[in-house]
């Protein structure tokens, strides 16, 4: 397995500009996550999916879209980029949640975005 | 909303010294998870907790949640440089499908 990956590692963006940031997971994990991660800090909700076709908002989701069109993937979209939305963007999956089940959250290696 | 702080938020201890974070959500969890993350890397789920008073061990590292399930500390015994990242403690609320990481704690060595 894989496990979470995402593309791109890396992206420098202009102001104004549009990006989808894409992340596939292959372990069937119903649950699925964005955060963004600014430098020295913590995690920050985005997005978050308990389905195919069930996306919901997290702490910060102004400025970022989501779908969820199947159980692999779940693609961030970032419209009209600003400077206040560069950051390091984890997704992360997850195969239960709740009822005292094992709840680990798998991490993708991140993609670090810039917006100059 | 819920809110998960950890103090402090950075630590330097000398390579063999012990290291503790603590943890303190302002509501009651139905469970905590802690992770790692090491410098550029992503972060890696340590433990997860889920009963009041709970106490777990991996090798070095001794997690606990308070019998309120409101608060959790995790302690190192003797660091290595291999210790060295931030650590997170994350909360989720009772019928909560949303974890709230906290704010983490960077520890750094000294060798």
């Known amino acids: 397995n894989a496990g979470v990956t995402q593309t791109p590692k890396f992206r420098i963006l202009k102001i104004g500009q549009s990006m989808t940031l894409q992340c596939t997971q292959d372990?069937?994990?119903?649950?699925m996550y964005w955060y963004r991660q600014d430098p020295g800090m913590g995690l920050k909700l985005i997005y978050y999916?308990?389905?195919?076709?069930?996306?919901d908002k997290g702490e910060v989701p102004n400025g970022y879209n989501v779908s969820r069109s199947t159980t692999e993937d779940f693609p961030l979209r970032l419209e009209l980029a600003a400077p206040s939305q560069t950051s390091v963007y984890f997704c992360a999956s997850s195969p239960n949640v709740g009822s005292g089940a094992q709840e680990t959250q798998y991490f993708g290696p991140g993609t670090r975005l810039l917006v100059l | 909303g819920q809110q998960v702080m950890q103090i402090p938020q950075y630590q330097h201890v000398q390579e063999g010294e012990d290291f503790t974070t603590y943890c303190n959500s302002s509501t009651t969890l139905s469970n905590i998870q802690w992770y790692k993350q090491r410098p550029g890397g992503h972060p890696v789920f340590l433990i997860q907790l889920v009963k009041s008073g709970e106490v777990k061990k991996q090798k070095r590292l001794t997690f606990q949640f308070g019998e309120a399930k409101k608060n959790s500390s995790l302690h190192i015994t003797a660091t290595q440089t291999t210790d060295v990242g931030t650590y997170f403690c994350?909360?989720?609320?009772?019928?909560?499908?949303?974890?709230?990481f906290g704010t983490g704690t960077r520890l750094t060595i000294i060798p």
């Open positions: 994350a909360g989720r609320g009772s019928g909560n499908e949303k974890l709230t």
């Open positions: 999916s308990v389905g195919a076709g069930i996306t």
């Open positions: 372990m069937n994990h119903n649950y």
